[in-house]
């Protein structure tokens, strides 16, 4: 099938402010775009493009004073086919873990592994290993958090998601995260867009995702806590240690955030 994708943001600026945008679809996708996802902004200004240590593609501009809008629109190929299941993928012991994905065992800025190590030993050390310690980390999480943008806060960390209970789906990712780190299975942020393809109505927002990837059985899995289920359509932007390393925008001075909007849509058949 064929997705089309793209957002519409719009910035307001008192002053020209420097950023550093994540929006382009990552680099282990753009083999399937149909028509590439170029940045667009108006006013016009340069962009500097590079790709992070995690693969991310990043554009550099620097914004003038007043408004300025940022879009793109793209079309990306995709199976159609749900998130894979390999229920019989094996955890790896630490020793025998290639080495670059170590870094996704250790804490981070949202996913304080000290702080939940001993919480996470006593609620899930008796679960097997492998994919099924995965898949009830991912259940207690989607049950024991509320769900809510009204819960969305940019400094809260998995110790408060845990504590509070309440978040978004980066909040879910990072609590899911932080547990299996502290099991001893690397795991890793994604976020990007994902569709309602397949799903029956109402439909949700449409948002940017959040979820995480565990590295089991040689390979890298999706898991999603906050929607507990495989999807279609699922396409990554960035990823990381957590959502440091993936934020769609990191902006170095004032503004304000006017529009947003993402849009993700089937393609029919002709």
């Keep these: 099938m064929q997705i089309r994708v793209g957002y519409e943001l719009e910035y307001s600026c008192p002053q020209p ?108 050390h008796h679960s097997p290993f492998g994919w099924e310690r995965v898949q009830a980390i991912c259940n207690f999480v989607h049950t024991h958090i509320r769900f809510g943008y009204e819960y969305s806060s940019p400094t809260k960390t998995a110790w408060e998601v845990f504590n509070d209970r309440t978040g978004v789906c980066r909040d879910f990712a990072h609590l899911a995260i932080a547990f299996c780190r502290c099991m001893n299975i690397p795991a890793r942020y994604c976020t990007g867009y994902l569709s309602d393809i397949g799903m029956t109505p109402p439909y949700s927002v449409m948002d940017f995702a959040a979820w995480m990837e565990v590295y089991l059985g040689g390979r890298w899995h999706i898991f999603d806590p906050r929607n507990n289920e495989r999807r279609c359509g699922r396409i990554l932007i960035a990823q990381g240690r957590d959502a440091a390393d993936a934020a769609i925008s990191n902006t170095f001075g004032a503004n304000t955030l006017k529009r947003f909007i993402v849009h993700r849509d089937e393609i029919p058949n002709s």
């Design 17 to 124: 402010t420097p950023m550093i945008l994540t929006l382009n679809v990552h680099s282990s996708r753009v083999a399937d775009l149909v028509s590439v996802d170029h940045i667009t902004t108006v006013p016009a200004v340069p962009l500097d493009q590079y790709r992070d240590g995690f693969g991310n593609w990043c554009s550099r501009l620097v914004a003038p004073e007043g408004d300025i809008r940022i879009s793109t629109s793209a079309v990306i190929r995709d199976s159609g086919l749900p998130d894979e299941v390999d229920i019989f993928a094996q955890q790896h012991p630490i020793e025998d873990l290639p080495a670059n994905t170590l870094v996704y065992l250790l804490g981070s800025r949202y996913c304080e592994t000290d702080r939940l190590s001993e919480i996470a030993w006593q609620l899930f």
